[in-house]
């Protein structure tokens, strides 16, 4: 018998064979022509088959015939003439298909079974369900295209929203209605369907951030000695929004002499100072131990997560009850003394474990009492030391900054001002890291450093005093990172310096407070590779952290402009490119990148009115006025 002209089936489709041999020429459904084995087809009908156009649908008694073999076994043959009542190729196909489908039989070409009763009407009623899914999915993808969506559609666009929070990799709906599956497009389709608004901020679950605060017991705290400075005047000086109050300043002018100590002065490095600025810094260490359950949730989390929508803090809100600074009558601290020469050099530490009696004040409160002693030669040595640093290569960037804050569903942009009670307790701060690196180079207790390598451009302006200017060093400027050996900060203009005064919101902080602790009791302490476990794991954390703050002060801001309709403010040039250029709002303390009227001068100031915003994209569009 020849074979030539049979039917048979090759990957579930229809083929004729052309020419038989040790291997067969075979004519695809799509007019191609394949060489295969012989093992590779179903042969399904002798022929012949002159051509698979003839393969035309069938009427038959499908039901009738399943009635007869309910339960049974036949060949395809047979099933063929029971249905179709002829063996034909075309009748072969029809029979196949019946079989593939595998409602009423299934099998094989030799073997084929007929359903019981009850096994068909179960397939049956999958296949409606089927049918019915396909027409839901259908309607859905309808109403999408109309930018609308009803309670049915609602798993569906679920499928959206979890691109949009990182939850997935793919979209089948983005996919479906012809655009690219990225985060960005799943958010545009989820505010043109109105299952979003714009206040809804994505970048932390996109980024994988906890959404809540720790859920964990706090221990009470040990009963240890403490050094008594409930004498002294401490405030604790921060925004009128800040939740996690953990560091406060005092200072005793004096005169005698100064040294770097465990618990007092040991004498060495003595000269002449002008007084003791103590820094007293929350004390969570306290409470957290290395390798206890408190411990290892902060060091999961890094940070605390600052967002203008409201904080994701690292610690238990319970434990900032207890160890906040101001919160209740005596706070527990751990207390910097650091001695200050007259040209506000650092010329010794002590650090102890301490009850403070602390103020809380906004930096706005504490402006007046900087008029006053002892916080006028506070003043005047906090400055005395950031000249210091500027003379030993510190960076100067005093871009313009601002506080976003969303209130019943709108967005207040508030800016930074530029406060001498800013720069006091900025500059404190930096003096407590460079005193705690100092003692630690000097007996040997490894901490996280943080450094920076200098500048790109050895030669950079690093006193810059236009917006342009400050916008050309910050692109020369290095990332600054951890290391778990001291090295120099470039930016600060210090040879070492350490975190050491936001223990309750950044983790590495807490780490340094950790390590003091076991200094000063004689316990053992975290080793050098035990502290580059910690900052490997902060780090990994931190970048996604810092995107995240970084996105949803975008997101805000965008915001802010979306609601203010025809937004109209000023820009200042920072950077050009021929007749484009990066321009900077101070107001807004945005950057954006914009066509120009005219070949213009660095730091020219422009009119600018809002075009288009494209928040799932944190893009604004404006135009120059002028």
Not at 480 to 493: D, F, K, N, T, V
Not at 591 to 609: G, N, Y
Request: net charge negative; aromatic share 6%.
């Amino acid at each position: 018998m020849s074979l030539e002209n049979s039917l048979v089936l090759y990957k579930n489709r229809p083929a004729r064979v052309l020419r038989a041999g040790e291997k067969l020429d075979i004519e695809l459904d799509n007019g191609q022509v394949a060489k295969v084995r012989p093992k590779d087809v179903v042969w399904l009908h002798p022929g012949p088959l002159r051509s698979l156009g003839d393969l035309r649908p069938q009427n038959g008694e499908v039901q009738a015939a399943w009635e007869i073999l309910a339960g049974s076994h036949t060949t395809l043959h047979d099933l063929a003439e029971l249905v179709y009542g002829t063996f034909t190729p075309a009748s072969a196909w029809a029979a196949w298909q019946l079989v593939a489908e595998g409602v009423y039989f299934r099998g094989s070409a030799e073997d084929v079974l007929a359903g019981t009763p009850e096994e068909v009407a179960r397939r049956q009623a999958v296949r409606a369900a089927a049918g019915a899914e396909r027409e839901t999915w259908q309607d859905f993808l309808g109403r999408a295209r109309q930018r609308r969506f009803i309670d049915e559609d609602l798993r569906f666009v679920k499928e959206v929203e979890n691109l949009a929070l990182g939850r997935a990799a793919g979209c089948r709906v983005l996919r479906e209605l012809g655009r690219e599956e990225s985060a960005e497009n799943a958010h545009a389709l989820l505010l043109e369907l109105g299952y979003w608004d714009a206040l809804v901020d994505p970048y932390p679950a996109r980024l994988g951030l906890p959404a809540a605060a720790p859920d964990l017991d706090v221990p009470p705290l040990p009963d240890e000695e403490r050094l008594d400075l409930t004498a002294l005047a401490a405030f604790a000086i921060d925004d009128e929004e800040t939740d996690t109050p953990d560091d406060a300043l005092s200072f005793v002018p004096t005169a005698g002499e100064a040294g770097f100590a465990d618990g007092g002065e040991d004498g060495t490095s003595q000269k002449s100072i002008a007084g003791r600025l103590w820094v007293h810094v929350a004390d969570p260490a306290a409470l957290m131990p290395p390798g206890s359950p408190l411990d290892l949730e902060a060091r999961a989390r890094a940070s605390t997560v600052h967002l203008p929508e409201g904080n994701v803090p690292m610690i238990p809100p319970a434990a900032v009850k207890v160890l906040g600074l101001g919160l209740t009558a005596l706070s527990p601290a751990l207390s910097f003394g650091l001695d200050v020469g007259s040209q506000g050099q650092v010329l010794g530490l002590q650090v102890a474990p301490s009850w403070i009696r602390a103020t809380r004040l906004t930096y706005e409160a504490a402006e007046a009492e900087l008029d006053s002693e002892p916080w006028r030669q506070l003043s005047r040595l906090t400055a005395g030391h950031r000249a210091l640093r500027m003379a030993q290569g510190a960076v100067n960037l005093d871009f313009p900054e601002v506080k976003l804050k969303i209130a019943d569903g709108r967005v207040h942009v508030r800016r930074i001002a530029s406060l001498r009670s800013r720069a006091v307790v900025e500059e404190a701060m930096i003096m407590a890291g460079e005193a705690v690196a100092r003692l630690a180079m000097e007996r040997g207790i490894p901490l996280p450093f943080a450094t920076q390598d200098p500048p790109d451009a050895p030669d950079a302006d690093l006193q810059p005093e236009t917006y342009s200017e400050m916008f050309a060093l910050r692109r020369t400027l290095k990332h600054s990172q951890y290391r778990s050996a001291p090295a120099p900060h470039a930016g600060l203009g210090l040879a070492a310096y350490a975190q050491a005064t936001s223990p309750l919101r950044r983790y590495l902080d807490l780490v340094v407070h950790q390590q003091l602790r076991a200094y000063l009791r004689g316990e053992p302490l975290l080793d050098a590779q035990e502290m580059l476990e910690r900052v490997g794991s902060a780090e990994a954390m931190l970048g996604a952290v810092r995107q995240a703050d970084r996105s949803a002060v975008r997101h805000w801001t965008l915001v802010y402009l979306l609601q203010q309709g025809k937004w109209r403010g000023e820009g200042v040039l920072i950077e050009k490119h021929g007749l484009s250029g990066n321009l900077l709002i101070p107001e807004l303390a945005l950057e954006t990148h914009e066509h120009l009227p005219a070949d213009l001068p660095l730091d020219s100031r422009l009119d600018l009115s809002l075009r288009e915003v494209d928040l799932p994209r944190l893009d604004a569009r404006f135009r120059v006025l002028s």
